[in-house]
């Protein structure tokens, strides 16, 4: 399957610079980070979330799962709350179900970033199919979509994060 020319077309507006990969069909964010030889902290996934009943996108690596009440602070909203993929296929339009990418504003929703995926300077996340991914460097992925970034996941590892203390 060939990425989406929306989401390339926002690459390209973007001025961004990246690299596409394609892989074997995996569709969890760890099997597509193994298949990808990335390692799971790398893998940015897109997790979809209702922040009183507005679709947000919350990015987190693939290893990290969400601390609700803290991405619930983050965003400032009363009530958070993962969304079922039947809520929200059709906000990602020409995306296989699952595998949108982290681009909340070509899809009109905020995006927040866990801190942890900071620490690295590139990540990979699906390009909108279960065979296709995007590789660029955080900072350039920030400059394009300007996330907030928190601490919102659970079970991540410790690491040295940009701007942090020794």
Request: hydrophobic share 40%; charged share 20%; aromatic share 8%.
């Amino acid at each position: 399957m060939a990425i989406h020319h929306s989401i390339l077309s926002f690459l390209q507006q973007g001025g961004a610079p990246y690299a596409t990969l394609d892989h074997p069909v995996a569709y969890t964010a760890q099997e597509e980070a193994a298949v990808t030889h990335v390692p799971g902290r790398d893998w940015a996934k897109t997790v979809v979330c209702l922040a009183d009943g507005e679709p947000i996108q919350a990015v987190l690596p693939a290893t990290c799962s969400i601390n609700e009440e803290r991405l619930r602070a983050l965003t400032g909203a009363h009530s958070l709350r993962l969304a079922e993929e039947s809520e929200f296929d059709w906000l990602y339009p020409g995306c296989e179900r699952g595998a949108m990418p982290p681009f909340g504003p070509l899809y009109g929703q905020r995006v927040f970033v866990d801190r942890t995926l900071t620490a690295d300077p590139e990540i990979v996340f699906n390009a909108g199919s279960h065979v296709n991914a995007i590789r660029m460097r955080y900072d350039d992925y920030a400059m394009l979509v300007q996330p907030v970034v928190g601490e919102f996941s659970r079970h991540s590892l410790t690491r040295r994060v940009r701007g942090a203390s020794a």
